[in-house]
């Protein structure tokens, strides 16, 4: 029953650092209690896509993902400046931006559907179990092996870069970002930055794991890693490790039920989460998404 | 009665700040002298926060400046340091007090450079001077209140500055952390450092601190305590709060304070 082939073993390596790459953001993204910006982004990119598609005329042009990081700022710009100026709540001002976004997106696709060979279950679910038969061949004809893996290095590289590079500046402006503005930092430069890293993710692990389920890897594995550890280190890799895990459990269950790789991956990082919640459930005071709990403070 | 002094370590000009078109600080001019421990004081709303955050540029003013060392903001940052409200901040973020305490060194490290062994040593050392030597791994999440705002100031020791400008570090702490730290920075003041502290309670103010701002939206006074704190000054500062004038001049009569024999 269980098979350990090729195959196997290029899905669970790509989906591994797919789910690495949104772990990564998604411990800052959840520190800053941005969860569900970034769920924000995964579907305001959308129109950046069919704009970038139009242009390049291909779904693999580098116009894509300029165009749905553009739209992904955008989109962060949008939520700030609702909420700064025009004094909206944060998850209202995060519920009208990204499904206003998302809505024009797939009017774009619908209105050029004669032009665009992208329909909108593709962007919502994606499907990594094509990844082995669409290989990255060269102009002379080599085969590199799965395109879709190669996408995942690169993501997984520049994403850990740009941690790595601005770990001290995205840790102290994730706690408390008055204080570093007063020393120094250029925080709203690193928040754009970790924005458009979110957005290209988001476009990168589209053709793999579809929109919803990079919102689930950006939020779950953060928040079950939260429910074992109050350092940041180990909160990173054991984010990390949940990812690896889901990737590898989600494959084998749904090779075993016959069923779809990134829909069983979230079923599984769903599952871990509950069953930390039970292991842990003496601890589990962090309040999930945007809302910010009062503490009652003791002196 | 507004004292102007020579060579100040703080000026502000002209400042008014206003939120959605409602001013809450008019016009406040004022300079501050080197090496004092300084008291801001004022009702609740008075704009006592909004003064150092206009200071520490993260409030935009209608208009006026502030010059600092006689310079602009950005050009004297690693000489000031900040102690915001000890609620601004989650203390459920996962990092230990010595993490906290690293972060005031970043300002100095730059980009891309890492605390090292150096910035521990201070760090440690700073906890030392606020009496917390024994949480340095402690998670945050698990500090009393009067701890947090140790961690903070220790922060603020670790940027090494000049200036420091605290919002409220006396906000919830009970009266032992209170002397201590009150203590401490008697020793930054007399080494020198100017400090300039948010406080809400006008009882300790009279026996903390040598110069004082009183701020009612306006600016009613700012100059050393024997020419300021006095009944007509503290009556315009806090309005018609009654309740509490009346034991204001219960204080300073049962401290024979009188600041015109001063």
Avoid at chain 1, 270 to 286: A, D, E, Q, R, Y
Avoid at chain 2, 164 to 183: H, K, R, S, W
Wanted: hydrophobic residues 50%; proline residues 3%.
């Amino acid at each position: 029953m269980m098979s350990f082939d090729q195959n196997a073993f290029l899905i669970i390596i790509t989906a591994s650092m797919i789910a690495i790459s949104c772990g990564l953001l998604g411990v800052f993204m959840m520190l800053r209690k941005m969860s569900m910006t970034g769920d924000a982004i995964s579907h305001a990119v959308l129109p950046g896509i069919v704009i970038g598609f139009l242009v390049s005329g291909t779904q693999r042009g580098l116009e894509v993902i300029i165009g749905a990081g553009i739209l992904g700022i955008l989109a962060t710009l949008m939520i700030d400046w609702l909420r700064k100026k025009a004094r909206v709540q944060l998850d209202a001002s995060i519920g009208i931006t990204f499904t206003l976004l998302f809505a024009i997106g797939i009017i774009l696709i619908s209105v050029f559907a004669y032009r665009v060979d992208l329909d909108q279950e593709c962007v919502l679910y994606g499907e990594i179990a094509y990844l082995p038969i669409d290989l990255w061949i060269s102009s002379s004809g080599q085969s590199f092996g799965p395109r879709i893996m190669w996408l995942a290095i690169l993501n997984l590289l520049l994403v850990g870069g740009f941690i790595a590079l601005f770990y001290k500046e995205l840790k102290i402006t994730s706690f408390d970002e008055k204080f570093g503005i007063v020393i120094g930092i250029p925080a709203s430069a690193i928040n754009l930055g970790l924005m458009s890293m979110v957005s290209y993710t988001t476009v990168s692990s589209f053709e793999a794991v579809g929109a919803i389920l990079v919102v689930a890897l950006l939020v779950v594995p953060p928040a079950t890693a939260y429910l074992w550890t109050r350092d940041l280190r180990p909160l990173i890799q054991l984010t990390i490790l949940t990812g690896v895990l889901v990737s590898v459990v989600g494959y084998y269950l749904a090779y075993l039920f016959d069923s779809s790789i990134a829909g069983m991956m979230v079923t599984v990082a769903g599952i871990i989460f509950f069953l930390s919640v039970i292991f842990t459930h003496k601890k589990f005071k962090f309040t999930l998404g945007t809302q910010k709990e009062t503490q009652p403070f003791s002196s | 009665m507004i004292k102007q002094v020579e060579n100040p370590i703080l000026e502000i000009h002209d400042l008014t700040v206003s939120y959605d078109q409602s001013p809450v600080l008019w016009n406040v001019d004022l300079s501050l002298p080197a090496g004092k421990l300084i008291g801001i004081l004022g009702p609740n709303g008075a704009g006592k926060s909004t003064l150092i955050k206009s200071v520490m540029g993260l409030v935009e003013p209608s208009s006026g400046y502030v010059k600092l060392f006689d310079q602009t903001l950005d050009a004297v940052r690693n000489r000031i340091s900040y102690v915001p409200q000890r609620e601004s901040v989650d203390w459920n973020f996962p990092a230990s007090v010595l993490d906290v305490v690293l972060m005031g060194t970043y300002g100095k490290l730059g980009l891309f450079r890492r605390p090292g062994k150096k910035e521990k040593t201070l760090a440690l050392d700073c906890l030392e001077k606020v009496g917390m030597t024994a949480f340095v791994h402690r998670q945050i999440s698990e500090l009393s209140g009067g701890q947090q705002q140790r961690v903070f100031i220790a922060r603020a020791l670790a940027q090494e500055a000049d200036l420091y400008l605290m919002d409220e570090p006396f906000a919830g702490v009970d009266m032992n952390t209170e002397a201590a730290i009150f203590q401490l920075l008697q020793e930054m003041s007399a080494a020198g450092k100017t400090v300039v502290v948010v406080h809400h309670d006008i009882y300790s103010a009279v026996n903390y601190f040598d110069w004082f701002i009183m701020l009612n939206l306006h600016l009613v006074a700012s100059g050393p305590k024997n020419e300021v704190v006095t009944e007509e000054l503290l009556r315009k500062t806090y309005g018609g709060k009654l309740n509490l004038l009346s034991k204001v001049s219960e204080l300073i009569r049962q401290k024979e304070f009188n600041p015109l024999k001063g």
